[in-house]
């Protein structure tokens, strides 16, 4: 049965990826891993169809043969035969055996990653990916170098996911509290389906994106552009982009409605109520102070709660998240 959706779940993905390199039922194989996975997944469902074969076959011939003629006869009594109880478990066994050492060898390849691996953190939360790079910049598409061992290392903010990359093979869930990794080394330059494959709430089937891997030389250029993307863009919208990396949009609606906090609708420029009834008006200075110091004015009605951001934005992200904010008049 597993294997029907498996097929099922193959094809639909072969409309969504890009790349040649497909066979039948299985996506493209991107990664230098996913050959041996196939090659292996092969081999079982082969061993499988033919067994099946041979006992349908034996089944039916069983049934002709033997079919009872008379109701009334006593068949012959046969208990047992050693030699061929023998073959029955041996057969068997050393196939499973096969399987179980050629499929624990492919999971301590998949397991252990190369220690000169380009590393990646990856936060899931519901419901998206957010991808942060060594110099800090994040993304929510998976970029990486072609023919080079990338890992991922990953946790969650909430629930349990999982990172599932079909066209390289690899799959691994992705807990809070924890880290888990994953490696691959993607060998066909390209764009491929990234998901969710651990239900994980109303919008599990939001948490698809892509893995993008640039050609030789390719992905050291895109990323030096891309640690500058702010500069690249109209500063609402940079602002727009950091509100939903930088995970501002938990607490903070741009609609008009309350959450953890303040909604930021109307909110540059208005008077703002703290907690020991002072008043302060909304300005750059302020917005500023929100972001590096949370704890230094409480908005009255709230709890502080919002961590700061020291570190994690540099001026010119506080510009495009302010002209973000002033557009939300
Ligand atoms: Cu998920």
């Not at 046969?78 to 499973?96: K, S």
């Not at 055996?97 to 397991?111: C, E, P, Q, T």
Request: aromatic letters at 12%.
């Amino acid at each position: 049965m597993n294997l029907v959706f498996d097929l099922i779940a193959q094809l639909a993905l072969m409309g969504v990826a890009q790349t040649a390199n497909k066979t039948f039922y299985m996506p493209p194989q991107a990664s230098a891993s996913a050959a041996h996975v196939d090659w292996l997944f092969d081999l079982i469902l082969w061993i499988s169809v033919f067994f099946f074969v041979l006992i349908v076959i034996l089944m039916v011939m069983f049934i002709v043969k033997y079919r009872v003629k008379d109701p009334n006869a006593e068949g012959p009594r046969i208990y047992h035969n050693t030699p061929l109880e023998i073959t029955w478990t041996a057969i068997p066994l050393a196939i499973v055996v096969v399987i179980f050492w050629l499929g624990f060898k492919g999971y301590m390849d998949l397991a252990v990653p190369p220690a000169n691996a380009y590393e990646i953190q990856v936060t899931g939360q519901k419901w998206k990916w957010l991808f942060t790079y060594p110099n800090g910049y994040v993304d929510e598409i998976l970029h990486v170098p072609s023919d080079r061992p990338v890992t991922l290392v990953m946790t969650s903010t909430d629930v349990i996911h999982a990172m599932y990359i079909p066209a390289f093979r690899a799959k691994t869930d992705v807990m809070p509290g924890r880290y888990t990794k994953i490696w691959f080394d993607a060998t066909e330059p390209g764009t491929y389906p990234l998901f969710c494959a651990e239900y994980c709430g109303t919008g599990h089937s939001a948490m698809i994106t892509e893995v993008l891997v640039h050609g030789p030389g390719e992905f050291e250029t895109w990323m030096d552009e891309a640690a500058n993307w702010i500069a690249t863009m109209a500063p609402e919208e940079a602002g727009l982009k950091l509100y939903s990396m930088l995970g501002c949009q938990q607490c903070h609606s741009t609609t008009g409605a309350a959450g953890i906090g303040p909604t930021w609708a109307g909110l540059f420029g208005s008077e703002r109520k703290m907690k020991d009834g002072s008043t302060i008006v909304a300005d750059e200075n302020y917005i500023r102070q929100s972001i590096l110091e949370p704890q230094a004015e409480i908005v009255a009605g709230f709890d502080p709660v919002m961590p700061t951001f020291q570190g994690r934005i540099k001026d010119d992200g506080i510009a495009a998240l302010i002209a973000y904010m002033k557009s939300l008049q």
